[in-house]
């Protein structure tokens, strides 16, 4: 069974950056069918889609938050990261890490596992 | 890139059939057959209920539909029951390899 865990600092610095880590267990991260993303919900608020990740490393960002974010993959770890700099308060969320099926010419469409999520809390 | 549009809550009583529906454009959803639905209950991480429009994933009843009409999907839970009151959000992808999410909506079973 796949399974997919967040992890890093639950509290980061206004104008720092933020850097999580999703750990993928039960299957490999390399695999040609799949990208791998990250989701953002704010408290009380809906989902927002900030990125996804091949495993070759080829990258797709949210256009408002492009300017910000990086996501990176470490396949000899089965890991991939996120990291968002100057952060704001609003970017206080959970995050979530999830897997994306793959549909040829496209990228990833759908999103068919979650973790459990991390809360990220932005303040000094 | 704007959130699709769904209404903030929505109810229903047990039996009975609910429908929520997801509007965005003709550059996402109106453009392409990639629209999928998820379902989240409170502190938990969202699940997947609905994808391609209206393909269901391996252990999603069959009360739960989904469909496309122009620039509007819809997701149709019939036979509610009180397992089905949660947040359900609609995401479509919108061209250039990104995706949005709707706004979310409240099921609530009466």
């Known amino acids: 069974q796949l399974q997919l865990q967040e992890s890093g600092p639950g509290q980061v610095k206004p104008s720092e950056t933020l850097s999580l880590t999703c750990t993928v267990s039960?299957?490999?991260?390399?695999?040609?069918?799949?990208?791998w993303g990250w989701i953002r919900q704010p408290p009380g608020k809906g989902l927002e889609w900030i990125g996804s990740?091949?495993?070759?490393?080829?990258?797709y960002y949210n256009p408002s938050l492009k300017s910000r974010v990086t996501i990176s993959v470490d396949t000899s770890k089965n890991q991939f990261s996120l990291r968002l700099s100057s952060v704001t308060a609003a970017d206080t969320a959970m995050y979530y890490c999830?897997?994306?099926?793959?549909?040829?010419?496209?990228?990833?469409?759908?999103?068919?596992?979650w973790g459990q999520g991390t809360l990220v809390t932005v303040s000094s | 890139q704007s959130a699709l549009t769904q209404p903030r809550s929505v109810s229903g009583s047990p039996g009975q059939s609910v429908t929520i529906s997801c509007t965005g454009t003709?550059?996402?959803?109106?453009?392409?057959?990639?629209v999928s639905w998820y379902q989240q209950y409170p502190g938990k991480a969202p699940r997947l209920m609905i994808y391609?429009?209206?393909k269901r994933p391996s252990g999603v009843p069959d009360r739960f539909s989904g469909s496309k009409s122009g620039n509007t999907a819809s997701l149709t839970i019939s036979g509610l029951q009180a397992e089905d009151e949660a947040d359900y959000y609609c995401?479509?992808?919108?061209?250039?390899?990104?995706?949005?999410f709707g706004g979310g909506t409240k099921l609530t079973v009466l």
């Open positions: 999830a897997r994306l099926d793959r549909t040829p010419g496209i990228s990833g469409t759908h999103f068919d596992y």
């Open positions: 039960g299957g490999s991260i390399s695999s040609t069918s799949y990208y």
């Open positions: 990740i091949f495993y070759s490393g080829t990258t």
């Open positions: 003709s550059s996402d959803v109106g453009a392409y057959k990639y």
């Open positions: 391609d429009v209206s």
């Open positions: 995401c479509s992808y919108t061209g250039s390899y990104t995706l949005v």
